[in-house]
């Protein structure tokens, strides 16, 4: 079955380690994304890429990164900086990018991220 | 980044009844969508509705668009305990620089209790 995988479900870290979130699609998607969600908020976006070997920050960009090898993965790294990483963090694909706005978003089942 | 806006953030209703929720948002749109997510899962996309339709239907689903006043509604007729979930709706106003950016809102939480 096409979709998005999303591993692992649950991660718990130590402050100040860096951690890779990893994000596949098997659905020959153009766009990836990456949002954080907690609770009580809607979803904010992390990061995007409309195309392999570009990407590009969101409205929270700082102290994550990512990169885009390939068009199946978009793995994201939650550095030391982020001051408050300890979230939930979707991992989403689409046709195509934002320019064109009539792409819905195919969506993994997330990663619980806490860091202690 | 423009963001819409759900009304109410919860809604508790019996098996059978529908359940209305509304979306309010900002600046103009090029189209509107929503979104369930079910308890510690992902987003799962449930209808789409461009800025030049008024009124959308897929199933027990009925999606209205009032550009005019800048809402939308969802409504989920004959609702089950299954669909028991948080409902989201996403517009894709301008962010800027060209780029229309997907955005959400909080979600309404919605219990259909049997």
């Known amino acids: 079955d096409g979709g998005i995988t999303q591993s692992p479900k649950y991660l718990f870290r130590k402050e100040g380690q860096n951690v890779t979130l990893s994000c596949e699609q098997n659905?020959?998607?153009?766009?990836m994304y990456w949002y954080r969600q907690d609770p009580g908020q809607g979803l904010r976006l992390i990061y995007y890429s409309q195309i392999v070997n570009d990407f590009q920050k969101g409205d929270i960009a700082e102290g994550y990164s990512v990169s885009r090898e390939k068009k199946e993965s978009f793995p994201l790294t939650v550095t030391s900086a982020q001051k408050n990483p300890t979230a939930f963090y979707l991992c989403a694909s689409s046709t195509t990018g934002f320019m064109d706005g009539n792409s819905p978003l195919h969506f993994g089942n997330g990663t619980r991220l806490t860091v202690t | 980044s423009q963001q819409g806006e759900e009304d109410p953030q919860a809604l508790s209703i019996q098996e059978g009844e529908n359940a209305t929720m509304n979306c309010s948002y900002k600046?103009?749109?090029?189209?509107l969508q929503w979104y369930r997510q079910n308890s510690g899962r992902g987003l799962v996309h449930l209808i789409l509705i461009r800025s030049n339709e008024r009124e959308k239907h897929s199933g027990r689903l009925r999606v209205t668009l009032d550009t005019s006043k800048k809402s939308s509604s969802l409504l989920i007729t004959a609702s089950r305990a299954a669909d028991t979930a948080s409902y989201f709706c996403?517009?894709?106003?301008?962010?800027?620089?060209?780029?229309?950016?997907?955005?959400f809102g909080k979600g309404t939480k919605l219990s259909v209790i049997p």
């Open positions: 600046t103009s749109i090029n189209n």
């Open positions: 659905l020959n998607h153009d766009a």
């Open positions: 996403a517009t894709d106003g301008d962010s800027g620089a060209g780029s229309y950016q997907l955005t």
